[in-house]
Each structure stands twice: as C-alpha cells, then as structure tokens.
C-alpha cells in the first residue's frame, strides 16, 4: 500500500506533537517531517516530497500564506491544507489564493482531520458545499468589479459541459456528486476537472470555486 507522506508546518510543537499522534495511528498516512515556519517549511518540502502539507497560517518570519506560494511555485508541489483558528478570514482567503487546497480548524476533529488529507492528495474537494458557500460570502468586495470582468473572461473558454463541471465544483460538489448529478461516470468528470485547471490555469478545485463566484458576483 502506497502512504500518503505528509508534512507538518507549525510554531508551535504542541500542536505538530499532536498532529503527528492523530496522522500516524490512521492506515496509509505517514508524517515524513516537520518545519516551525515558513522558509522551513519551503526546505523540508524540497527535501521529503510530501504529498500533503498541513501548513499554519500565522507564524514569525515567512508565514503560512507566503509559504503557500512559494511551495506553489515548486516543481511539482504537493497538496497544501492550512490550519487556522478562525472558520473564514481573510487570511484564509489568501491563503486559498495563494493555491492551498483547502483549511481546517485546529479544533478539527481527528477522524475529519485523516479523511481531509486522504481527499486531497486523492485530488477531490474537502470542502463541504456550506463551507464553501461560507468562505465565498467572506470574500472582500474590493475590486469586485475587476475580479468578475478577469473571470468571466477566463471561463469563456469552457464548453458548455465544462461550465457545467466548474459551477458545480464551485458548489463545493465531490466527484461522486457531480457524476450523479450531471448523469456521467466519475471517471469522464474527473477528465472535465483536470481540463478545467489546465484552461482556467488554476491550480486546484478551490481556485475553480472561487473563479465561478467571480464571475457570478
């Protein structure tokens, strides 16, 4: 069975103590380093090629957010979810504009915590459909007007079917759910999604959710 190798990136060793307790008694998951900010983190990526970084958000020096992008910026990067305290601030939105995956509370709970970093180094949404919808609404109204012309521009681009795809990855729908809902197999949806970020040039399904709300706004 092949691991899902994950990297923790945390100030506080606490919290990767624990982390690391929660990820390594689950069945195919396997914490392969750890960093206490930023710039460690971007090294000891470079150095263990972990499939999933569960990355902080505000730590001294280069935070979370700067060490998404720049992990972004890697010959193939791995999947990023940040860790934040509060359910929808600005920071995460950042963070998912920088090219995260997703975020979970610290106060997850283990079980959803094991489930979220399994979704996304499978490449399917770990955001349910209410957080997605929560996190859209905290989006600023800053530049609003030049946000919607960009991606509405950029979704031009689509077929039909694809738009259909990337509305309802922006509903914050899994694969399973799109399938049934568009009458196609999950295989052909996740042929239409990998299309997506490839047209689109985004990196993630996040990145597809908040190009579609966008365009809507």
């Given at each position: 069975?092949?691991?899902?190798?994950?990297?923790?990136?945390?100030?506080?060793?606490?919290?990767?103590?624990?982390?690391?307790?929660?990820?390594?008694?689950?069945?195919?998951?396997?914490?392969?380093?750890?960093?206490a900010?930023?710039?460690?983190?971007?090294?000891?990526?470079?150095?263990?090629?972990p499939?999933?970084?569960?990355?902080?958000?505000?730590?001294?020096?280069?935070d979370?957010?700067?060490?998404?992008?720049?992990?972004?910026?890697?010959?193939?990067?791995?999947?990023?979810?940040?860790?934040?305290?509060?359910?929808?601030?600005?920071?995460?939105?950042?963070?998912?504009?920088?090219?995260?995956?997703?975020?979970?509370?610290?106060?997850?709970?283990?079980?959803?915590?094991?489930?979220?970093?399994?979704?996304?180094?499978?490449?399917?949404?770990?955001?349910?459909p209410?957080?997605?919808?929560?996190?859209?609404?905290?989006?600023?109204?800053?530049?609003?007007?030049?946000?919607?012309?960009?991606?509405?521009?950029?979704?031009?681009?689509?077929?039909?079917?694809?738009?259909?795809?990337?509305?309802?990855?922006?509903?914050?729908?899994?694969?399973?759910?799109?399938?049934?809902?568009?009458?196609?197999?999950?295989?052909?949806?996740?042929?239409?999604?990998?299309?997506?970020?490839?047209?689109?040039?985004?990196?993630?399904?996040?990145?597809?959710?908040?190009?579609?709300?966008?365009?809507?706004?």
């Amino acid at each position: 069975m092949v691991k899902v190798r994950v990297l923790l990136v945390d100030d506080d060793a606490l919290v990767r103590a624990g982390l690391r307790m929660i990820l390594s008694a689950a069945d195919a998951l396997e914490v392969v380093g750890e960093a206490a900010d930023g710039a460690d983190a971007v090294a000891a990526t470079q150095a263990h090629r972990p499939d999933v970084v569960l990355m902080d958000i505000r730590m001294p020096g280069m935070d979370g957010i700067a060490a998404t992008a720049a992990l972004r910026g890697l010959t193939n990067p791995p999947h990023v979810i940040v860790l934040t305290t509060f359910q929808a601030d600005e920071h995460v939105m950042s963070a998912l504009r920088a090219g995260a995956d997703g975020f979970l509370l610290k106060d997850t709970a283990p079980t959803e915590i094991v489930n979220a970093v399994r979704l996304v180094a499978a490449g399917e949404a770990m955001l349910s459909p209410s957080v997605t919808r929560t996190l859209l609404s905290h989006l600023g109204d800053d530049e609003t007007t030049d946000r919607r012309r960009v991606a509405a521009e950029r979704l031009t681009s689509l077929t039909d079917r694809e738009r259909e795809v990337a509305t309802a990855v922006g509903s914050g729908a899994s694969n399973a759910e799109i399938a049934a809902s568009l009458f196609m197999s999950e295989a052909t949806v996740k042929a239409h999604v990998s299309r997506l970020l490839t047209k689109l040039e985004v990196t993630n399904r996040v990145q597809i959710a908040i190009l579609v709300h966008d365009a809507q706004s």
